[in-house]
T-cell receptor, first 115, second 113 residues
Framework: GAGVSQTPSNKVTEKGKYVELRCDPI?????LYWYRQSLGQGPEFLIY????????DSGLPNDRFFAVRPEGSVSTLKIQRTERGDSAVYLC?????????????FGPGTRLTVL | KQEVTQIPAALSVPEGENLVLNCSFT??????LQWFRQDPGKGLTSLLL?????REQTSGRLNASLDKSSGRSTLYIAASQPGDSATYLC????????????FGSGTQLTVLP
């Protein structure tokens, strides 16, 4: 079956612009996660959804970052007033129901470059 | 705050060698530990997941062990092949939030033909 997909694969924007990154999880997976990966580092947790609600948003760096999952499937990560330091690969993952026994399945990521 | 460290940061071996990648974590209160593989420009592929109650997991040429009390895990790769070349990431799921993963920075493995 289809895995986690993310669009766009690459996004180049200018400082101060608004961007939206999309994640399509594996069908039927209720848990969805966003991570951010800087060059040479492991991914860092941003936010976790269980169904439509954000169960844990403790990793969002500041209020310029926001994510939604209105129907419990597709999620959008929104970044306002982008800064050069936001440049990174944004990874989305999903798991069956968010239990600690679940494997998280990752998408290919969106590479964001802020000029 | 949980911290995950992976040593070495990079490793180069000739084809056919057996090798061990190391992962350590500071807070032993974890739910599980996962090993992932990441190819350049790609997402992460889960290799093995070890629950906190388990000591090891095996899949093909891969064997992962977990010593929760000492905060250590190893990934053993037998008979390495050039196709094993990738970055290997270790991640733990903690009890504070059972869902989010805390990752190490990875070990970049190169297997020379």
């Amino acid at each position: 079956g289809a895995g986690v997909s993310q669009t766009p694969s690459n996004k180049v924007t200018e400082k101060g612009k608004y961007v939206e990154l999309r994640c399509d999880p594996i069908s039927g997976h209720t848990a969805l996660y966003w991570y951010r990966q800087s060059l040479g580092q492991g991914p860092e947790f941003l936010i976790y959804f269980q169904g439509t609600g954000a169960a844990d948003d403790s990793g969002l760096p500041n209020d310029r970052f926001f994510a939604v999952r209105p129907e419990g499937s597709v999620s959008t990560l929104k970044i306002q007033r982008t800064e050069r330091g936001d440049s990174a690969v944004y990874l989305c993952a999903s798991s069956r129901d968010g239990m600690s026994t679940d494997t998280q399945y990752f998408g290919p990521g969106t590479r964001l470059t802020v000029l | 705050k949980q911290e995950v460290t992976q040593i070495p940061a990079a490793l180069s071996v000739p084809e056919g060698e057996n090798l061990v990648l190391n992962c350590s974590f500071t807070d032993s209160a974890i739910y599980n530990l996962q090993w992932f593989r990441q190819d350049p420009g790609k997402g992460l592929t889960s290799l093995l997941l070890i629950q906190s109650s388990q000591r090891e997991q095996t899949s093909g040429r891969l064997n992962a062990s977990l010593d929760k009390s000492s905060g250590r895990s190893t990934l053993y790769i037998a008979a390495s092949q050039p196709g094993d070349s990738a970055t290997y990431l270790c991640a733990v799921s903690g009890t504070g939030s059972a869902r989010q993963l805390t990752f190490g920075s990875g070990t970049q493995l190169t297997v020379l033909p």
